[in-house]
């Protein structure tokens, strides 16, 4: 099968999907959009109330923003793949439970597989916690760290900026450094993260790696 059907298959897949309690309060399920051979995926967190009634990642507040941030680098949102790690909203845009980011997950991985891209970035903190489990979002953002393989940089969500003006500027200046970043993906060594189960000390360490 070829990666456009296969993302076809998940976004099938995803529209009647009932492995979580968020199937009860889905609209249209969000699997994501973009093209099949992105170089970059952008990760969110979960749809919001726009993103529910069109079935869309990103189309709200937060979108506008993601939007302009890419702009600002020169970059289009079609020429990106952006998902998110639920497929679905959680009501009242209530975070994301384990169990939940637990279902949904083969559907994130199908499709990074489907994707293969270049750069992975996350936006926000359950998106990064995907890939480097533990991690702080104010300590690592902006950082190309790569995981199994996958150059991940992991950003503050858009939402966080709209909602703590403070980090707009932080924000803006990820963005700025994403082209260079991606011209070095090729130049970052792996790094071995630790299991959940180890304690605090090994952070420490894990994170002095980067
Ligand atoms: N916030 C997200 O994390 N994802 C969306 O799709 C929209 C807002
Ligand atoms: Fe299925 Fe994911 Fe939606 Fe849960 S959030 S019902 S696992 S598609």
């Known amino acids: 099968m070829n990666s456009d059907q296969v993302l076809k298959n998940i976004a099938e897949d995803i529209s009647s999907c009932k492995k979580c309690e968020l199937n009860h309060s889905r609209d249209k399920g ?4 973009g093209p099949t051979n992105a170089e ?58 384990i169990e939940e980011l637990e279902a949904c997950n083969s559907y994130l991985d199908q499709q990074i597989q489907a994707i293969n891209p ?12 995907k890939f480097i489990p533990h991690a702080k979002i104010s300590e690592i953002h902006g950082q190309s760290i790569r995981v199994k393989g996958m150059l991940v940089i ?3 969500h858009p939402a966080a900026a709209l909602h703590r003006p403070s980090l707009r500027s932080v924000i803006e200046e990820d963005f700025a450094k994403l082209p260079t970043l991606i011209k070095g993906a090729a130049r970052i060594p792996e790094v071995q993260l630790k299991e959940h189960s180890e304690n605090n000390n090994n952070q420490a360490e894990q994170l002095s790696l980067f």
Do not use: W
């Open 118 to 129: 270049s750069v992975i970035v996350t936006l926000g903190r359950f998106s990064m916690g």
């Open 40 to 97: 970059i995926m952008f990760i969110g967190e979960g749809p919001g109330f726009h993103e529910n009634m069109q079935g869309r990642p990103f189309v709200g507040a937060a979108g506008d923003l993601l939007v302009e941030l890419l702009d600002s680098i020169g970059m289009k949102r079609e020429e990106v793949f952006i998902t998110n790690v639920v497929k679905c909203r959680p009501p009242g845009n209530r975070d994301p439970a």
């Open 154 to 156: 992991p950003f503050y």
């Open 30 to 33: 969000v699997p994501g959009e």
